[in-house]
């Protein structure tokens, strides 16, 4: 056997650059070079968001630690972040002091009636304002924004005198529908206007030629498509009808049909003094549907905002 035959192939490319590759450059298998990030900006831009999200979260933290704490550590000095024997008994004694879990029953129901109702007529008002051409629309839309100008406590004296009239007072009625036709339907018409402006018109005109009429494109078409304006609209919605007080305490008169807001200023003792730890429980437990409806909806909330215009 020669030494041709024992010769080994050598595929020179010519294209390939020699030597080690350049520092902070990586070698690509085409012979391109990508730039490598350098990672330290990344890190102090995250050491920055943490150290700005400090405010926003202690007072987070120091509520529900406290309402693990008793009574005399929750003011103690110096502040502790995390209590020496947590104890679930402040949790506990917030159902026996008043009857929380039917008042928590009440936020929750009020809250999900009044935004499913919201996103529904809103969406019938946006879509119309933004698909139907008649005459005076414009002016008319205008007068329904001016419904966002107008305070609540402006108008709380004569739905208290129409809602008496009609023996709604101390129930959950006037709450319901109030604020289903109030000043959160006026803020989610606007949103569902923005929207439902943004659709194309082919997608209407491909619907008539397939025999839908105005009621089944809104319900086939348009509302399927809205599904981040809708959940934008929800959680808005559940978070202000979740945190009124001033409508409750005006309609409401008994402990059994309060809503959370007015619960949470109930927890005092026989003399008048502030139950602090049991109110730092309730208040821990009020902070939950409001994180579940956020987390579950986050993108399409994001991304309503950003295709409404309300992105800032």
Do not use: C
């Amino acid at each position: 056997m020669s030494n041709s035959d024992l010769a080994v192939p050598i595929d020179l490319d010519v294209d390939a650059p020699a030597g080690p590759p350049e520092a902070g450059k990586t070698r690509s298998v085409k012979g391109e070079t990508k730039t490598r990030r350098p990672i330290w900006p990344r890190i102090a831009f995250y050491v920055s968001l943490s150290v700005l999200a400090l405010p926003f979260v202690m007072p987070t933290w120091w509520m529900i630690t406290s309402s693990l704490k008793p009574l005399s550590e929750i003011f103690a000095y110096p502040p502790t972040l995390w209590p020496s024997e947590p104890t679930l008994d402040a949790y506990r004694e917030a159902f026996i002091v008043q009857p929380f879990a039917r008042q928590y029953f009440n936020s929750v129901y009020i809250a999900a009636l009044v935004t499913l109702g919201t996103m529904i007529f809103s969406s019938l008002a946006g879509y119309a304002f933004a698909r139907i051409r008649f005459k005076g629309q414009n002016f008319l839309f205008l007068v329904v924004l001016i419904g966002l100008l107008i305070p609540s406590e402006v108008t709380i004296i004569p739905l208290f005198k129409m809602f008496n009239e009609w023996g709604m007072i101390d129930t959950h009625w006037p709450l319901i529908l109030a604020t289903t036709f109030g000043a959160p339907s006026v803020l989610a018409t606007f949103i569902m206007r923005q929207f439902f402006i943004t659709l194309p018109i082919e997608l209407e005109e491909a619907a008539r030629l397939d025999g839908l009429g105005r009621w089944r494109t809104w319900f086939l078409i348009a509302m399927p498509l809205s599904r981040s304006a809708l959940a934008a609209v929800a959680i808005f919605t559940f978070q202000h009808v979740w945190n009124l007080y001033l409508e409750p305490t005006v309609f409401l008169q008994s402990p059994e049909m309060f809503t959370v807001p007015q619960a949470l200023t109930r927890f005092t003792d026989a003399y008048g003094g502030e139950m602090w730890n049991i109110q730092l429980a309730a208040g821990s437990m009020t902070v939950i549907p409001i994180l579940v409806i956020f987390v579950l909806a986050q993108r399409q909330f994001i991304q309503g905002l950003a295709q409404t215009g309300l992105k800032g």
